[in-house]
């Protein structure tokens, strides 16, 4: 099993950035698909999540509006577009399948600075 996130990276503040992450070695299509993040010193915290089926979506109170959470189940990927970054949203974006106890990608760091 294998969760790769991409797409992190320095963006100024207003910027986007969208990522990614690819999935191998399980249904991806079964699952649920959360993106957390976290930054040193703070609890992990749960940005947004994307049902198997139907699509819905749920955002935390901090990006909703701002943020977008996708998936592809052909390109077994799910992705979050974040638009309108503020330095706040700076931290480490995972991406998990199923529950908490499921799957983990490694990370990718999203550094938003001017």
């Known amino acids: 099993v294998q969760l790769v996130e991409s797409g992190g990276g320095l963006v100024q503040p207003g910027g986007s950035l969208r990522l990614s992450c690819a999935a191998s070695?399980?249904?991806?299509?079964?699952?649920?698909m959360t993106w957390y993040r976290q930054t040193p010193g703070k609890e992990r915290e749960l940005v947004a999540f994307i049902l198997s089926v139907g699509g819905y979506t749920y955002y935390a109170d901090s990006v909703k509006g701002r943020f977008t959470i996708s998936r592809d189940n052909a390109k077994n990927t799910v992705y979050l577009q974040m638009n309108s970054l503020k330095p706040e949203d700076t931290a480490i974006y995972y991406c998990?399948?199923?529950?908490?106890?499921?799957?983990w990608g490694q990370g990718t760091q999203v550094i938003v600075s001017s």
């Open positions: 998990n399948a199923g529950s908490t106890d499921g799957y």
């Open positions: 070695g399980f249904t991806f299509s079964a699952y649920r």
